[in-house]
Nanobody, 119 residues
């Protein structure tokens, strides 16, 4: 089992920056991908960015060039630095971890943290 605890989020003005972090506990050596998803009201949950254990990142087109995902395997923590924020970035952001136990793959989710971009 993997448990995820997020921190960060809050209210920021358009054009501002905000950082999120997520720390995993439990069977952390089984995690191969960590990432961030978001869900705005009335919308489906969507991938924002994820990063492999080896540090290979992937971004949604809507956040490329503005967001940066990083990972510290020693601390079992993934970070999301969000710059040049726009009102459409407003959503609940969820940390995600994919891990493998034996031959089975599992996914864990954090509790979610609210990000509001508004003037």
């Amino acid at each position: 089992q993997v448990q995820l605890v997020e921190s960060g989020g809050g209210l920021v003005q358009p054009g501002g920056s905000l950082g999120l972090s997520c720390t995993a506990s439990g069977t952390t050596n089984a995690i191969y991908v960590m990432g961030w998803y978001r869900q705005a009201p009335g919308s489906e949950r969507e991938l924002v960015a994820d990063i492999s254990r080896g540090g290979d990142p992937k971004y949604a087109e809507s956040v490329k060039g503005r967001f940066n995902i990083s990972r510290d395997n020693n601390k079992n923590t993934v970070y999301l630095q969000m710059n040049s924020l726009k009102p459409e970035d407003t959503a609940v952001y969820y940390c995600n971890a994919d891990y493998r136990v034996g031959i089975e793959d599992f996914t864990s989710w954090g509790q979610g943290t609210q990000v509001n971009v508004s003037s």
